[in-house]
């Protein structure tokens, strides 16, 4: 079963405006944690931002935030003020804290392409 | 700076070739992990590494396996390639244990084609 579900299509975003990209995810953990990260044309994966499931606070990194909802199980990334070098690949991962051994499991991805 | 340095950047084999992508990090990591990637497919986990000569399949295991002789180093092994493992392939690393802020770090990955 998929454990990280990003379904939303391809994004035009305008330049200087905010975007949210959505991840609903799926556990009976109680502990885990939850990624994002970007990968720009390079290929290179970029980690942005994490929020741990006792976390209390939505996790910010920047401009870079994080609106973690529990109890529907979803960690939205939100992206303010968005600037042409954001265009790129989101993903969204978790970690099941129950095996203890940091793997990530990823969706499939949101592809983002600022606009000036 | 963290470095996970993959050996290749882009690599062309034959069908049957067997293939080694090696990775390198610096961060005394005891983990280490492959990812495939592949469009619409998001990033599956093929094989880590929680500790020298220690293993576990991922998700995708099959037609792969994987060597770790030293800490640093991890080396992914296509035994005999074909034509459907062509692909870009990822390593990461990052520290044993579950623990806030506990992050994963990668190479820039290989793009790998078998023809």
């Known amino acids: 079963a998929q454990k990280i579900t990003q379904t939303q299509p391809g994004m035009f975003v305008q330049e200087k405006e905010a975007v949210t990209l959505d991840c609903t995810y799926d556990?009976?953990?109680?502990?885990?944690?939850l990624f994002w990260y970007k990968q720009p044309s390079s290929g290179e994966m970029i980690f942005l931002i994490y929020?741990?499931?006792?976390?209390?606070q939505n996790a910010t990194e920047g401009r870079y935030s994080l609106n973690f909802q529990k109890a529907r199980k979803s960690a939205n990334l939100v992206i303010s003020a968005s600037q042409l070098g954001d265009s790129a690949m989101y993903f969204c991962a978790m970690r099941e804290d129950l095996y203890g051994n940091n793997r990530l499991a990823f969706g499939k991805g949101n592809q983002v392409v600022v606009i000036p | 700076d963290v470095k996970v340095t993959q050996s290749s950047r882009y690599l062309v084999k034959r069908t049957g070739e067997k293939v080694f992508l090696e990775c390198v990090q610096d961060?005394?990591?005891?983990?280490m992990f492959w990812y495939r990637q592949d469009p619409g497919l998001g990033l599956r986990l093929i094989y880590f590494s929680y500790d020298v000569k220690m293993k576990e399949k991922g998700d995708i295991p099959e037609g792969y396996s994987v060597s770790r002789e030293k800490k640093e180093r991890f080396s992914l092994i296509l035994e005999s390639a074909s034509t459907n493992q062509t692909s870009m392939y990822l390593c990461?690393?990052?520290?044993?244990?579950?623990?806030?802020?506990?992050?994963?770090?990668f190479g820039e990955g290989s793009w790998l084609t078998v023809v």
């Open positions: 990461a690393s990052s520290f044993s244990g579950a623990f806030s802020g506990n992050t994963i770090y």
């Open positions: 556990t009976s953990d109680q502990s885990y944690g």
């Open positions: 961060m005394d990591h005891e983990n």
């Open positions: 929020q741990g499931s006792y976390d209390e």
